[in-house]
Every structure is written in structure tokens, then in C-alpha cells.
């Protein structure tokens, strides 16, 4: 079973910068694809970055240029750093990650197989 904890989420002023975490507990860290998905209120949730095991990286066009994914296979752990924060990146942001089999096609069309809790990001203006 795989666990995803995400930390590093608060309020922050629109034009600033906030990074955040994901933990993952599991086997084969290194070869699953991660991903961070957000959630506004009322909105549908959305897939923002994905990476994956061989560190490609893919970004929904609204966060392209801003954000950053990474992952760092010692520690088992994704970042998301984001920059020029606006009002509509408030929202609840989800660590995910699909198993270690998935193919590229899965990873780009299927929604990830395992999520975090969640975590607040709040942009305030």
C-alpha cells in the first residue's frame, strides 16, 4: 500500500513563491510516476504536474512556466515548487502517484491510483 503525506501548504501573497512536499511510504519509489493535483472550491479537481520515474515532466498549461515538479528518489519525496502565485492557485493540492507499471499513455490519460490527503494552499491578494 502506498502512503502519500503532504506538507508545506499555508497562505501566501500573490506574486510569492511556496513550495510543497509529498512523503511517500512504499515499495518502488523510484519507479512510479508521481503527480500534484489541485482543487478549487467548487471546481473539478485537476492534474497540474506530473513526473515521471525517468524525471519527464508535464504541466497543465495554467501553471506551466510557474510551477516545478521534482522528485527526489533518496528520500522518497515530490516537490512542487510554485512561483508568481495568483488567486486562482488557492486550493486544496493533492500529492498522487500511480503504481510502479504504469506506462506513459496511462500516466498522461488515467487518473493516478493513489492520493494524498490534501493540503491548503491559500493565495491572498
Known amino acids: 500500500q502506498v502512503q502519500l503525506v503532504e506538507s508545506g501548504g499555508g497562505l501566501v501573497q500573490a506574486g510569492g513563491s511556496l513550495g510543497l512536499s509529498c512523503s511517500a511510504s512504499?515499495?518502488?519509489?523510484?519507479?512510479?510516476?508521481m503527480a500534484w493535483s489541485r482543487q478549487a472550491s467548487g471546481k473539478q479537481r485537476e492534474l497540474v504536474a506530473r513526473?515521471?520515474?525517468?524525471?519527464?515532466?508535464y504541466y497543465v498549461d495554467s501553471v506551466k512556466g510557474r510551477c516545478t515538479i521534482s522528485r527526489d528518489n533518496d528520500k522518497n519525496t515530490v516537490y512542487l515548487r510554485m512561483n508568481s502565485l495568483k488567486l486562482e492557485d488557492t486550493a486544496v493540492y493533492y500529492c498522487?502517484?500511480?503504481?510502479?507499471?504504469?506506462?506513459?499513455?496511462?500516466?498522461?490519460?488515467?487518473?493516478?491510483?493513489?492520493w494524498g490527503q490534501g493540503i491548503q494552499v491559500t493565495v491572498s491578494s
Open positions: 498522487a502517484s500511480w503504481t510502479a507499471t504504469a506506462i506513459l499513455s496511462t500516466i498522461m490519460s488515467a487518473a493516478p491510483d493513489y
Open positions: 512504499g515499495s518502488s519509489f523510484r519507479l512510479r510516476a
Open positions: 513526473i515521471t520515474s525517468s524525471r519527464a515532466t
